[in-house]
């Protein structure tokens, strides 16, 4: 998290919030505990958000642009070398890891997980681009079923995806095996 006194009352404001809603849950926090942290006024965070909704979509909106801005260095080569981009994002969410994890257990995950899902189906269509082997279910199916995954399961997944247990030829010999899903190309 940047020093307070780095960065202007509104983002205190939603820096703060992101630790309180994270910590407390959103029925936990209150606004005056969020401005007391920011620094600033409770009527002075009412001036800025409104709400103690609009503060919680503030900081989804945050958290958005920051995996936006961390796709976009990847993309431009930004990430320092021998990094990744899940390495960078990793540890570009680190401050608000108690936010993600709360978030899909209060059921207020959708805003957030929807645009990293919007991210990961163009990950996916980048890839397929570059895949030697068919998939094993078509980019629909995946797209929906990519981008309805909590996040510790998005977690295992990528672990699974980035250390594979199976072979192409031994996935290819199991999916044969099994038969084809209904839907798969």
Same mark, same amino acid.
């Given at each position: 998290? @940047?020093? +307070?006194?780095?960065? @202007?009352?509104?983002?205190?404001?939603? !820096?703060?919030? #992101?630790?309180? %809603?994270?910590?407390?849950? %959103? *029925?936990?926090?209150?606004?005056?505990?969020?401005?007391?942290?920011?620094?600033?006024? +409770?009527? /002075? /965070? $009412?001036?800025?958000?409104?709400? *103690?909704?609009?503060?919680?979509?503030?900081?989804?909106?945050?958290?958005?642009?920051?995996?936006? $801005?961390?796709?976009?260095?990847?993309?431009?080569?930004?990430?320092?070398?021998?990094?990744?981009?899940?390495?960078?994002?990793?540890?570009? /969410?680190?401050?608000? &890891?108690?936010?993600?994890? $709360?978030?899909?257990? =209060?059921?207020?995950?959708?805003?957030? %997980?929807?645009?990293?899902? !919007?991210?990961?189906?163009?990950?996916?269509? =980048?890839?397929? =681009?570059? &895949?030697?082997?068919? +998939? %094993?279910?078509?980019?629909?199916?995946?797209? $929906?079923?990519?981008?309805?995954?909590?996040?510790?399961?998005?977690?295992?997944?990528?672990?699974?995806?980035?250390?594979? #247990?199976?072979?192409? *030829?031994?996935?290819? *010999?199991?999916?044969?095996? #099994?038969?084809?899903? +209904?839907?798969? &190309?």
């Amino acid at each position: 998290m @940047t020093e +307070p006194e780095d960065l @202007t009352a509104r983002a205190r404001i939603r !820096e703060a919030a #992101l630790l309180h %809603f994270g910590e407390h849950g %959103f *029925e936990g926090a209150t606004t005056r505990a969020v401005a007391g942290t920011a620094g600033v006024t +409770p009527g /002075l /965070l $009412r001036h800025h958000y409104g709400s *103690e909704q609009a503060l919680r979509e503030a900081c989804d909106e945050h958290l958005i642009r920051l995996v936006r $801005r961390i796709d976009d260095d990847v993309r431009a080569g930004a990430v320092p070398a021998g990094r990744n981009s899940v390495a960078a994002a990793l540890d570009a /969410l680190a401050p608000y &890891r108690l936010y993600v994890a $709360r978030a899909p257990a =209060e059921g207020w995950a959708a805003p957030l %997980f929807d645009g990293i899902a !919007e991210l990961s189906e163009r990950w996916l269509a =980048e890839l397929d =681009e570059t &895949r030697t082997d068919e +998939p %094993f279910a078509g980019r629909r199916a995946r797209d $929906r079923v990519h981008g309805h995954v909590a996040h510790p399961l998005a977690l295992t997944l990528l672990d699974l995806y980035s250390h594979p #247990l199976l072979t192409p *030829e031994a996935a290819a *010999e199991l999916r044969d095996a #099994l038969g084809k899903p +209904p839907g798969s &190309r």
